[in-house]
T-cell receptor, first 111, second 114 residues
């Protein structure tokens, strides 16, 4: 099974609204990362949060991490049509420090 | 300047053939990876490789083999292609420290096996 699992699988909102995506994982981690993938493109790193951090901001992005619940959330504020993409969380829990990705949340922002 | 580049971008081939996908990174990273993304967008790690160690995901069939001529290149060779190998394959790289940092991905190579 996937180490990280995103929820919801798909999300459709209007421009200007906030979008919240959640990620749950199973084992202890060193860090958790969020990536974005536009249709037909490669993944692009958005933000990394370490296991000893609880919250991190980057522009319109806010990431939280709750290690006791083994969960993280990604909040995109004041969404734009250009934010339409798939968003993945990734953790480094596996041997060899390989990043393991969840199934992603497909976000659609309607203009 | 493309950081991680893969070729070809599209590959259509028949079952049973052998094919390779090439990957190059100009970031000076010491670790490279191959991921497989299926039609449902699930990303699965296949290999992690630096100049010291190859780590293979045990679920990857031995028809898949990474080949690294040097630190900047990690090619993926696939023998006896099967229908289920159809997917998008992504190469990535990172600077490996004590923990895994940010990955830089290529644009993907879409493989279609007929």
């Amino acid at each position: 099974s996937q180490q990280g699992e995103e929820d919801p699988q798909a999300l459709s909102i209007q421009e200007g609204e906030n979008a919240t995506m959640n990620c749950s994982y199973k084992t202890s981690i060193n860090n958790l990362q969020w990536y974005r993938q536009n249709s037909g493109r490669g993944l692009v790193h958005l933000i990394l949060i370490r296991s000893n951090e609880r919250e991190k901001h980057s522009g319109r992005l806010r990431v939280t991490l709750d290690t006791s619940k083994k969960s993280s959330s990604l909040l995109i504020t004041a969404s734009r049509a250009a934010d339409t993409a798939s968003y993945f969380c990734a953790t480094d829990a596996n041997a060899g420090n390989m990043l393991t990705f969840g199934g992603g949340t497909r976000l659609m922002v309607k203009p | 300047d493309t950081a991680v580049s893969q070729t070809p971008k599209y590959l259509v081939t028949q079952m049973g053939n052998d094919k390779s996908i090439k990957c190059e990174q100009n970031l000076g990273h010491d670790t490279m990876y191959w991921y497989k993304q299926d039609s449902k967008k699930f990303l699965k790690i296949m290999f992690s490789y630096n100049n010291k160690e190859l780590i293979i995901n045990e679920t990857v069939p031995n028809r898949f083999s990474p080949k690294s001529p040097d630190k900047a290149h990690l090619n993926l060779h696939i023998n006896s292609l099967e229908l289920g190998d159809s997917a998008v394959y992504f190469c990535a790289s990172s600077q490996q420290g004590a923990v895994t940092g940010e990955l830089f991905f290529g644009e993907g190579s879409r493989l279609t096996v007929l």
